[in-house]
């Protein structure tokens, strides 16, 4: 079981709100993903999961509202507020770095605090080789080894020693996802269930803290969701990567994740372990619908 | 026959200039999209600096050398001209690389003709010649009444396009600068959110793009011995068509496309009517664009629905 340790909040977000014109895609929407767990989003289409996702990446900028990464360990109050007041985008913290999303450009969260993700829509190199995909996650580290280029260019041995590693780390993940034996075939040609597991392979390459998975399991067929739980088992497991996730398959979603967010319309309906969650009358009604009835009389306030 | 190979030699030294300004534009339009149209002014800015510099070192300074020479002025010319392409890419590509697709495009056209108008002023209108330099020449096949020949010019620029293109796609293909620009070619989001700096990643393409105008430029300046302030654009627009001829967005395209106008405008010129060669480089643009829109190595683009 998890230590005490890992329980603390990795991602806290609070009070977010995105607008776009005059539509409220989230509101006021305060939720905490804890280290070590696997936190997955749940609700109907349009309930806003991804926009989240784009909130805590950086690909939106949103309207109001604070989302925290606290690198180790937890950050205490006093820290967070003097991060917030000071204008900030991280600061050192007695237990760690914390980062102050919101205000970071999007390659700074990656680079920096350390979260990866993946899309929906499978988003391959297609034009690079597998190998390749992989090792262009690991850019700064290369980039820093290589002098900024000079240094690569003349041949340096520290730069060569680098690219090693790079493509050791790769080689792991390859065979993590059992796609070693593909590395120098593009990208693009792989089948679609490997581009999906691919996709997370290239982005544990970042060594990520926070794993941001939008719907990993759309598309795959029974026997490669379940390979899917298995690696996203052992990520947890093996690594010091916490995981958020997007997902519609029920089955994926109850089966690995510790924690779950329930979203409907941009507010949060539920939140809780499975088990709580799957059995909460709101969610239920958010995914089932209710009787027209029951509708009528919770509408002039008898339960019915 | 000698005729002939004398063409070959002329038109692959001429090629080797183009290629070279041509790289600068099928990068930039590889990661952004967009044809820099002031990338051949940069080339007739880069030209003026090696003007400058080498009459600098060689009357004022007196260097002996001219090898020694030639070689301060190609590393202060490729500094120099980096320096303005990436303070032109801050200044008039960046703020708008969130507007419409022709606000760059025309920003550039912009560029261009004050780039033009700048040196104009500040050179004046007139050819800049520098001494003639690097006039020996080898014979390489005594005809009955035409030598094939190389003058040392045409080894220098020949060698040192083809040194800079060895270790340019050296750069390009394994060094993590060259893989995050093929990175943001494909799909810019995704590679800053693998934590690469896009910015900076354009940023330096067009530095790297400007260095190699650079030496575009000083070997066209040693090449025709006179400068000019529109020198930029016909070999500008000459550069763009072989880009496009090659397949814009591939480098070896680029290459490929630069040495096949070079070679189409000395074989013109040969045999055909000089005073038609623009017209002839031209008629392949557009019989490119028509036949061919995707060049020789440039893939196609197909959009998944």
Known sequence: ?304 | MEYFFQQLINGMTLGSIYGLIAIGYTMVFGIIGMVNFAHGDVFMVSAFIALIFFLFLTQVLGFGSLVLALLVVLLLGMALTSLWAWTIERLAYRPLSGSFRLAPLISAIGMSIFLMNLVQVAQGPRNKPVPPMLNDIIVLRDGANYAVTLSYKQILIIVTTTVLLIAFSFLVQRTALGRAQRACEQDRRMASLLGIDVDRTVSLTFVIGAALAAVAGLLYMVHYGVVNFADGFVPGVKAFTAAVLGGIGSLPGAVIGGLLIGLIETFWSAYFSIDYKDVATFCVLAITLIFLPSGLLGRPEVEKV
């Open chain 1, 1 to 304: 079981m998890a230590t005490q340790r890992e329980r603390e909040p990795l991602l806290e977000v609070e009070h977010l709100m995105m607008q776009f014109g005059g539509l409220v895609a989230i509101n006021d929407l305060s939720f905490s993903a804890r280290r070590g767990d696997i936190t997955a989003i749940i609700g109907p289409n349009g309930a806003g999961k991804t926009t989240v996702f784009n909130c805590i990446t950086g690909f939106y900028k949103p309207s109001s509202g604070r989302i925290l990464l606290s690198s180790e360990g937890s950050a205490t109050p006093s820290d967070i507020d003097v991060l917030t007041r000071s204008g900030r985008r991280s600061m050192a913290a007695a237990a760690g770095r914390i980062y102050l999303l919101e205000r970071m450009p999007d390659f700074e969260i990656a680079s920096q605090a350390k979260v990866a993700r993946t899309f929906q829509n499978i988003r391959l190199f297609t034009g690079m080789t597998v190998l390749e995909n992989l090792i262009v996650a690991q850019h700064n580290t290369l980039m820093r080894a290589s002098g900024w280029t000079v240094l690569g260019m003349f041949g340096a041995g520290s730069y060569y020693r680098a690219e090693a590693r790079a493509v050791d780390l790769a080689r792991y993940w390859l065979d993590r996802i059992g796609l070693l034996d593909r590395a120098d075939v593009a990208a693009g040609d792989l089948p679609y269930g490997d581009q999906r597991r691919l996709e997370i392979a290239r982005a544990m390459c970042t060594e990520p803290v926070l794993l941001c998975l939008d719907e990993p399991a759309a598309g795959l067929n029974p026997r490669e969701s379940a390979t899917l739980n298995a690696l996203l088992k052992s990520i947890q497991s093996e690594h010091k990567t916490s995981i958020l996730l997007i997902e519609h398959d029920m089955s994926v979603v109850m089966e690995i994740s510790d924690h779950v967010v329930v979203l409907e319309y941009g507010t949060k309906i539920s939140d809780g372990p499975p088990s709580y969650v799957r059995n909460d009358p709101k969610v239920v009604a958010a995914y089932l619908g209710v009787e027209d009835d029951e509708v009528a009389l919770a509408g002039v306030g008898i339960a019915p």
